[in-house]
């Protein structure tokens, strides 16, 4: 097994390597001695130092906190962990074929120095830890997007086994990958995923021929099923060095020939699913297509939301939390900051009513009721729907059809069809949104997209509190705020066509079959979701529900309230008390529109509210994204934009409503 010398500082924390030196004086090592550390002695990294302070390891049954220098000298020898990258083109299965591959030890990272995201987990093979890469799709390694740029520069960091991944239905397209692949002259064996796929396709592949010809083990898996991954995994040890030699220039050619010699396609009857697809991409019928599947869509995350909220979160926070609340109210008095802070501010005569259950979990503001409630009982039950919706329309397929569907549309905001995936993401948090608008191939496309998302799309967080906000005013309140948004979002696209300068390439994409989702891969990544929503959301909740009683027990509001009351009230026609919203608006939306709630507003004014709110500064965690992807001058420009706007459309919006009204 092949080792690697470092220090106990340097070692990654739960790793495990063999003291060989020890470089301190011998008064230390008398004294490590004695503790039974001394040269032989296998050690566990329990954590890293914070701020130059000790470092825990773990050895037999003990563990010990040794000082930074002391860490700093101890000198092991850590076995090299083998690396396994995942390399394929889009849409072949490589994502399933890595969650079969890792179980659940699955990690997801931003590659250093970049937004692109990428997943790694572990395995055991013949007995030793390997990681596994899931490399951002590419098609070719020149790379022509961010991603594809990072999966070239992942190839070229040590010495790792490269898996290509295979669509077996589209040899010929896979294979321009592959032979790029092989001079890069590493070890390397090829997946042949989806390979019950070829049994419908009328697809026969010579694995032996296409084996020999390569120079490389070739499997045929198919990674929805587990068929052939055993096969993979004891075939990565024999990953070979291929030989395989050609001109560059002549690749497609080469291609080709490959192609005829091991591959034979048979007649074939079209599938349900195939006809499907077909329909999915015409005008004609791709239209009430898409139009239903939204539909399904918004109403399948209203019911399962609603009812996860009414039914099990609600429930639960009665139950469980609020008696502990209660307590805790009367422990600390009932009053005073501190109550307020921690519990929040409700009115005794209302404990045991109907409303007050939402007056304290609501509308109160304590860290331990609203704060928590807020994130976990009113908006994770509609995340969560979102997400698994979400999940289900990306792995079946669905959502290339849909780029292609309303390409025309987004050409007339300077965009092409791809740009409605990043916008669908960004219902669920803008923050993915933003990242995955990466996928346009341009700045301005890049540009164009997340101005639009940060302006006139909600998250799922803030529509669900503005869905609280509009209960009680008229039906049309929502069609009303939601329509309205959507006008934003046309006009502005229409602006920023001629306004912001550059290139937008046409649409260049692969649409892939429909395909039943991995159920495992689909809950996994649902998973890794909702634990990034949960990491992101609380912590903010609760720091804004701690300014926002600061603001309050300091008069900061009220004196903002007068400062402003010409924008606020005049501009906007809304109380002095919602600037309050608009200052906690830039931390978290959601928090913004929840703290609109106690306000009573008018119909007139939940519509200005609420469009005002959306179109408003993007949240920090959206507008440090956003720094990272354009830069102080760009994100300052898409701000600058986005607050005039904001001004424009809720003063517009308020002098047509009064006089409508």
Same mark, same amino acid.
């Given at each position: 097994?092949?080792?690697?010398?470092?220090?106990?500082?340097?070692?990654?924390?739960?790793?495990?390597?063999?003291?060989?030196?020890?470089?301190?004086?011998?008064?230390?090592?008398?004294?490590?001695?004695?503790?039974?550390?001394?040269?032989?002695?296998?050690?566990?990294?329990?954590?890293?130092?914070?701020?130059?302070?000790?470092?825990?390891?773990?050895?037999?049954?003990?563990?010990?906190?040794?000082?930074?220098?002391?860490?700093?000298?101890?000198?092991?020898?850590?076995?090299?962990?083998?690396?396994?990258?995942?390399?394929?083109?889009?849409?072949?299965?490589?994502?399933?074929?890595?969650?079969?591959?890792?179980?659940?030890?699955?990690?997801?990272?931003?590659?250093?120095?970049?937004?692109?995201?990428?997943?790694?987990?572990?395995?055991?093979?013949?007995?030793?830890?390997?990681?596994?890469?899931?490399?951002?799709?590419?098609?070719?390694?020149?790379?022509?997007?961010?991603?594809?740029?990072?999966?070239?520069?992942?190839?070229?960091?040590?010495?790792?086994?490269?898996?290509?991944?295979?669509?077996?239905?589209?040899?010929?397209?896979?294979?321009?990958?592959?032979?790029?692949?092989?001079?890069?002259?590493?070890?390397?064996?090829?997946?042949?995923?989806?390979?019950?796929?070829?049994?419908?396709?009328?697809?026969?592949?010579?694995?032996?021929?296409?084996?020999?010809?390569?120079?490389?083990?070739?499997?045929?898996?198919?990674?929805?099923?587990?068929?052939?991954?055993?096969?993979?995994?004891?075939?990565?040890?024999?990953?070979?060095?291929?030989?395989?030699?050609?001109?560059?220039?002549?690749?497609?050619?080469?291609?080709?020939?490959?192609?005829?010699?091991?591959?034979?396609?048979?007649?074939?009857?079209?599938?349900?699913?195939?006809?499907?697809?077909?329909?999915?991409?015409?005008?004609?019928?791709?239209?009430?297509?898409?139009?239903?599947?939204?539909?399904?869509?918004?109403?399948?995350?209203?019911?399962?939301?609603?009812?996860?909220?009414?039914?099990?979160?609600?429930?639960?926070?009665?139950?469980?939390?609020?008696?502990?609340?209660?307590?805790?109210?009367?422990?600390?008095?009932?009053?005073?900051?501190?109550?307020?802070?921690?519990?929040?501010?409700?009115?005794?005569?209302?404990?045991?009513?109907?409303?007050?259950?939402?007056?304290?979990?609501?509308?109160?503001?304590?860290?331990?009721?609203?704060?928590?409630?807020?994130?976990?009982?009113?908006?994770?039950?509609?995340?969560?729907?979102?997400?698994?919706?979400?999940?289900?329309?990306?792995?079946?397929?669905?959502?290339?059809?849909?780029?292609?569907?309303?390409?025309?549309?987004?050409?007339?905001?300077?965009?092409?069809?791809?740009?409605?995936?990043?916008?669908?993401?960004?219902?669920?948090?803008?923050?993915?949104?933003?990242?995955?608008?990466?996928?346009?191939?341009?700045?301005?496309?890049?540009?164009?997209?997340?101005?639009?998302?940060?302006?006139?799309?909600?998250?799922?967080?803030?529509?669900?509190?503005?869905?609280?906000?509009?209960?009680?005013?008229?039906?049309?309140?929502?069609?009303?705020?939601?329509?309205?948004?959507?006008?934003?979002?046309?006009?502005?696209?229409?602006?920023?066509?001629?306004?912001?300068?550059?290139?937008?390439?046409?649409?260049?994409?692969?649409?892939?079959?429909?395909?039943?989702?991995?159920?495992?891969?689909?809950?996994?990544?649902?998973?890794?979701?909702?634990?990034?929503?949960?990491?992101?959301?609380?912590?903010?909740?609760?720091?804004?529900?701690?300014?926002?009683?600061?603001?309050?027990?300091?008069?900061?509001?009220?004196?903002? $309230?007068?400062?402003?009351?010409?924008?606020?009230? #005049? =501009?906007?026609? %809304?109380?002095?008390?919602? /600037? *309050? &919203? !608009?200052?906690?608006?830039?931390?978290?939306?959601?928090?913004?529109?929840?703290?609109?709630?106690?306000?009573?507003?008018?119909?007139?004014?939940?519509?200005?509210?609420?469009?005002?709110?959306?179109?408003?500064?993007?949240?920090?965690?959206?507008?440090?994204?956003?720094?990272?992807?354009? $830069?102080?001058?760009?994100?300052?420009?898409?701000? #600058? =934009?986005?607050? %005039?706007?904001?001004?424009? /459309? *809720? &003063? !517009?919006?308020?002098?047509?409503?009064?006089?409508?009204?």
């Amino acid at each position: 097994m092949e080792t690697e010398k470092k220090s106990l500082l340097d070692m990654k924390e739960g790793r495990e390597g063999v003291v060989i030196e020890m470089l301190a004086e011998s008064g230390m090592r008398d004294r490590l001695d004695n503790m039974g550390i001394t040269v032989g002695t296998k050690l566990t990294k329990v954590n890293d130092s914070f701020l130059h302070g000790p470092v825990t390891v773990k050895f037999g049954n003990s563990q010990t906190a040794l000082g930074y220098g002391m860490a700093e000298k101890i000198i092991l020898e850590e076995p090299v962990i083998k690396k396994i990258l995942l390399i394929g083109n889009p849409n072949g299965g490589k994502s399933m074929l890595f969650n079969r591959l890792t179980g659940a030890n699955v990690l997801a990272a931003n590659y250093p120095g970049s937004t692109v995201e990428y997943a790694k987990g572990n395995v055991t093979i013949a007995d030793e830890e390997t990681e596994v890469i899931d490399v951002p799709s590419t098609y070719s390694l020149k790379p022509t997007s961010a991603a594809e740029e990072i999966a070239v520069r992942m190839l070229a960091e040590g010495k790792p086994i490269i898996v290509n991944v295979i669509d077996s239905t589209n040899l010929e397209r896979s294979l321009n990958l592959t032979l790029q692949l092989l001079k890069t002259r590493r070890p390397m064996l090829v997946a042949l995923n989806l390979w019950d796929e070829t049994k419908h396709t009328g697809v026969n592949i010579d694995v032996e021929k296409l084996e020999k010809t390569l120079g490389v083990p070739c499997v045929p898996t198919t990674a929805i099923s587990g068929e052939g991954i055993k096969d993979l995994v004891e075939l990565i040890p024999q990953a070979k060095i291929s030989s395989y030699d050609f001109d560059d220039a002549e690749r497609w050619h080469e291609v080709g020939n490959i192609v005829e010699a091991v591959q034979t396609i048979t007649h074939k009857h079209h599938t349900f699913l195939e006809w499907l697809g077909d329909r999915s991409v015409r005008p004609l019928t791709g239209i009430p297509i898409a139009m239903a599947v939204l539909a399904g869509m918004f109403w399948a995350i209203w019911q399962i939301g609603e009812g996860l909220s009414s039914y099990l979160f609600e429930p639960l926070f009665k139950i469980l939390w609020l008696p502990l609340m209660l307590k805790l109210s009367a422990a600390l008095g009932g009053t005073g900051f501190l109550h307020d802070l921690l519990v929040g501010s409700f009115n005794p005569a209302n404990i045991g009513t109907e409303k007050f259950f939402s007056e304290l979990f609501g509308e109160s503001f304590g860290l331990l009721t609203t704060g928590l409630f807020v994130p976990i009982g009113a908006i994770l039950p509609y995340v969560f729907a979102f997400y698994l919706i979400m999940s289900f329309l990306e792995d079946c397929g669905y959502l290339p059809r849909l780029a292609v569907l309303t390409d025309t549309l987004m050409h007339r905001l300077g965009l092409h069809g791809m740009s409605i995936i990043p916008m669908l993401i960004g219902m669920g948090c803008n923050v993915p949104g933003v990242l995955a608008a990466r996928i346009m191939e341009s700045h301005r496309q890049r540009f164009i997209t997340v101005l639009l998302m940060v302006i006139s799309i909600p998250c799922m967080a803030q529509t669900a509190r503005i869905v609280i906000l509009a209960k009680g005013h008229p039906w049309f309140t929502l069609p009303m705020i939601f329509g309205t948004l959507f006008l934003v979002w046309l006009s502005v696209g229409l602006v920023a066509r001629y306004v912001v300068r550059g290139k937008s390439p046409e649409i260049l994409m692969n649409i892939p079959p429909y395909r039943i989702p991995y159920m495992r891969g689909l809950l996994k990544k649902l998973l890794m979701r909702m634990v990034w929503f949960l990491r992101e959301a609380v912590p903010f909740v609760l720091l804004g529900v701690f300014i926002a009683n600061l603001l309050y027990t300091s008069g900061i509001i009220e004196f903002m $309230g007068g400062l402003l009351k010409p924008v606020v009230s #005049g =501009l906007l026609g %809304l109380p002095p008390d919602a /600037v *309050g &919203g !608009l200052i906690i608006g830039f931390l978290r939306r959601d928090i913004a529109v929840g703290m609109l709630l106690p306000l009573n507003l008018s119909f007139r004014q939940v519509v200005v509210a609420s469009v005002m709110l959306t179109i408003y500064f993007p949240c920090v965690a959206t507008f440090a994204v956003m720094f990272k992807e354009f $830069g102080l001058k760009g994100t300052l420009k898409a701000l #600058g =934009l986005i607050v %005039l706007i904001s001004l424009m /459309v *809720g &003063g !517009l919006l308020n002098l047509v409503l009064s006089l409508a009204l």
